[in-house]
């Protein structure tokens, strides 16, 4: 049986989101500053993708449009630097929380830049998320880690503005520019990072996230905007609302307030009745067009 198109692109990136889970916790396991993880995780991520890119035609990309594949760079270099702060300066609950306002600014962009009509299913789902994250920033002991609160809203605002380009320049390799952006990261974070003073178990983390975790997750979540709208991509960062917050409290013992509790329900919630409408929507599509997925 082939995949839909949307069944592809949900498929992608929910693996995406599932991988890209596990970055709150690696950071709290690297025990270290978080230039020193900017560093080494934008280095890796560099060094592992930077090595496949030469492989074949992935390059080409490059040439055919600089100014994008530059853009989308520049972008994921905030994005990582951005969450990575967010997580030194609040709780991984409340970071995962707040980026799920990621739909919001992808859906602001995308009618902006590229005209792209938001569906009503998804302007309530926003609109839903959006009262669910407030809960964060009114919560017990919000106010101590408001600084790590913005570094993560402005995280989100990238998250949004990426999938949209990405969108936009479908033909972008998002390998390379992946691999772009780790390099701009860990070129701004050298000189506030302290990269030679870790021991074996933190660069053991490290590699972990930089070699393995992170090229993954970022890969197929921006190559998931090929199949899906990137408000609906960026619906799907919600996930690791959830998923996030219990790796660092299951693990961790980092419980999470009651009020980023019940918010992170509300969103989860939410986005389970977003995806079932979008399932419909497209059943019913198909009864008319069907498509499927390239293979």
């Known amino acids: 049986m082939q995949l839909t198109t949307y069944q592809c692109g949900l498929l992608i990136v929910i693996l995406g989101v599932v991988f890209l889970s596990f970055d709150g916790l690696l950071i709290r396991l690297a025990a270290t500053d978080g230039w020193t993880v ?15 890119c030469t492989v074949g035609q992935r390059l080409t990309a490059l040439r055919r449009y600089p100014m994008a594949s530059l853009a989308s760079a520049v972008l994921l270099a905030l994005i990582s630097s951005l969450f990575v702060l967010a997580v030194m300066n609040a709780s991984v609950a409340n970071v995962v929380v707040i980026l799920s ?13 590229l005209g792209e009509r938001v569906a009503r299913h998804t302007l309530a789902a926003i609109v839903a998320c959006m009262l669910g994250m407030s809960l ?6 919000a106010h101590g880690m408001l600084l790590g609160n913005l570094y993560a809203l402005a995280a989100s605002v990238a998250i949004g503005g990426n999938l949209t380009l990405l969108r936009r320049f479908p033909a972008v390799d998002t390998m390379t520019v992946v691999a772009g952006g780790g390099l701009l990261s860990a070129a701004v974070a050298l000189s506030m990072a302290t990269p030679l003073a870790l021991d074996a178990q933190r660069y053991g983390v490290l590699a972990l996230m930089g070699l ?47 009020s980023t509790l019940i918010g992170g329900g509300v969103v989860i919630l939410v986005l389970v009745l977003h995806a079932w409408i979008g399932l419909r929507l497209e059943r019913q599509r198909l009864r008319v067009s069907p498509a499927f997925c390239a293979k």
Request: glycine share 8%.
């Open 38 to 52: 900017i560093f080494w995780r934008g280095l890796l991520m560099f060094c592992v993708l930077g090595l496949i």
């Open 101 to 113: 306002t990621a739909p919001l600014f992808a859906a602001v962009f995308s009618r902006m830049f």
């Open 136 to 141: 964060v920033f009114m919560g017990h002991g």
């Open 212 to 258: 393995v975790q992170m090229p993954l997750a970022t890969v197929l979540i921006n190559s998931a905007t090929r199949y899906l709208p990137s408000t609906e991509v960026a619906l799907f960062y919600l996930v690791e609302t959830a998923l996030g917050t219990a790796w660092v409290w299951w693990l961790l013992g980092e419980a999470p307030s009651v």
